[in-house]
């Protein structure tokens, strides 16, 4: 389910639910805004997380998020990712 958040941008992150008035801060608990990005791109709280699911097949300067979907294995992965990364989130 998370990872249908990651997709969609909606969900238990704090810069959405902070909006809506669910949440006091927009805040990650590493401290700066906890949106899909911050979570899958430069979150140091789930960098190992990341680092096993993607880092080998995307470089540093190509983090664009859709490049996450452009194949099956991909998206498996990013949803791998959220599952492990929900568990710490909620």
């Given at each position: 389910?998370f990872?249908?958040?990651l997709?969609?941008?909606?969900?238990?992150?704090?810069?959405?639910?902070?909006?809506?008035?669910?949440?006091?801060?927009?805040?990650c608990?590493?401290g700066?805004v906890?949106?899909?990005?911050?979570i899958?791109?430069?979150?140091?709280?789930?960098?190992?997380?990341?680092s096993?699911?993607?880092?080998?097949?995307i470089?540093?300067?190509?983090?664009r998020?859709?490049?996450?979907?452009?194949?099956?294995?991909?998206?498996?992965?990013?949803?791998?990712?959220?599952?492990?990364?929900?568990?710490?989130?909620?």
């Amino acid at each position: 389910m998370f990872g249908l958040f990651l997709l969609t941008g909606h969900g238990s992150m704090n810069e959405f639910l902070n909006k809506r008035g669910l949440s006091y801060t927009d805040l990650c608990g590493c401290g700066r805004v906890e949106n899909v990005w911050h979570i899958v791109f430069e979150c140091g709280l789930y960098d190992d997380e990341r680092s096993c699911e993607w880092s080998r097949w995307i470089g540093e300067e190509e983090t664009r998020f859709e490049r996450l979907l452009e194949s099956k294995e991909m998206y498996e992965r990013l949803m791998g990712f959220a599952d492990r990364v929900h568990v710490t989130i909620v």
